[in-house]
C-alpha cells in the first residue's frame, strides 16, 4: 500500500504563487514513482511533469507540459518522502484539483507516466484556484 497525503492550495490572484506538498507513505513505495496531475471541471486528470525518458528522476530531471513549462517545477526531498510542486505565474487555466499519484517505476520506464489510469495510488486532491 501506499499513502498520498496533499496540501498547500488554496486561492491566489493571477500571477500568484503556491507551493503544493505531497508526502508518500506505505511499505511498497521504494517500487513507485510519484508525479503530480492535475484536474480541471469538466475536463480529464493530466499530467504536470514525467521524468525525463530513461531517467528514473533520480537526478530531478523532468519533463514539464507545455502549458506549464517554465512555471512550474517539481522538487523532491527521498530522504523524507515528499514530493513538492512550485507554481508561479499562475493564471486562471491553471485552476482545478491537483493530486499526487504513485505509478510503478517499471511503468515509467515503459513511457506509461503521463496517462493517470496507470497510477495504482491517488491523494486526496488539494483545490487550487486562481482568481482576482
Known amino acids: 500500500q501506499v499513502q498520498l497525503v496533499e496540501s498547500g492550495g488554496g486561492l491566489v490572484p493571477p500571477g500568484g504563487s503556491l507551493r503544493l506538498s505531497c508526502a508518500a507513505s506505505?511499505?511498497?513505495?521504494?517500487?513507485?514513482?510519484i508525479g503530480w496531475f492535475r484536474q480541471a471541471p469538466g475536463k480529464e486528470r493530466e499530467e504536470i511533469s514525467c521524468p525525463r525518458p530513461s531517467d528514473d528522476s533520480s537526478d530531478g530531471s523532468e519533463d514539464y507540459r507545455d502549458s506549464v513549462k517554465g512555471r512550474f517545477t517539481v522538487s523532491r526531498d527521498n530522504a523524507k518522502n515528499m514530493v513538492y510542486l512550485e507554481m508561479n505565474s499562475l493564471n486562471p487555466e491553471d485552476t482545478g484539483v491537483y493530486y499526487c499519484?504513485?505509478?510503478?517505476?517499471?511503468?515509467?520506464?515503459?513511457?506509461?507516466?503521463?496517462?493517470?489510469?496507470?497510477?495504482?495510488?491517488w491523494g486526496q486532491g488539494t483545490q487550487v484556484t486562481v482568481s482576482s
Open positions: 506505505g511499505s511498497i513505495l521504494g517500487g513507485y514513482h
Open positions: 499519484g504513485a505509478i510503478p517505476k517499471t511503468y515509467v520506464a515503459a513511457n506509461l507516466c503521463r496517462q493517470w489510469r496507470f497510477y495504482d495510488y
